[in-house]
């Protein structure tokens, strides 16, 4: 598998779960904060999939 292909679906994972979090425990702020430093983290490695590509 590529590079970029594992890097895009562990970006892909990373939001699914702040995505999960955030549903699953809305008044939470503990929960909120990681969730948020996860959507992060999946976002940059987003970005980096697709710079990759080109």
């Given at each position: 598998m590529?590079?970029?292909k594992q890097t895009y679906i562990a970006s892909l994972l990373l939001i699914g779960v702040s995505i999960y979090l955030i549903l699953e425990y809305p008044?939470?702020?503990k929960y909120s904060m990681i969730a948020g430093a996860v959507m992060l983290i999946g976002i940059i490695l987003n970005y980096l999939a697709y710079s990759g590509k080109k």
């Open positions: 590529n590079r970029n008044n939470s702020g």
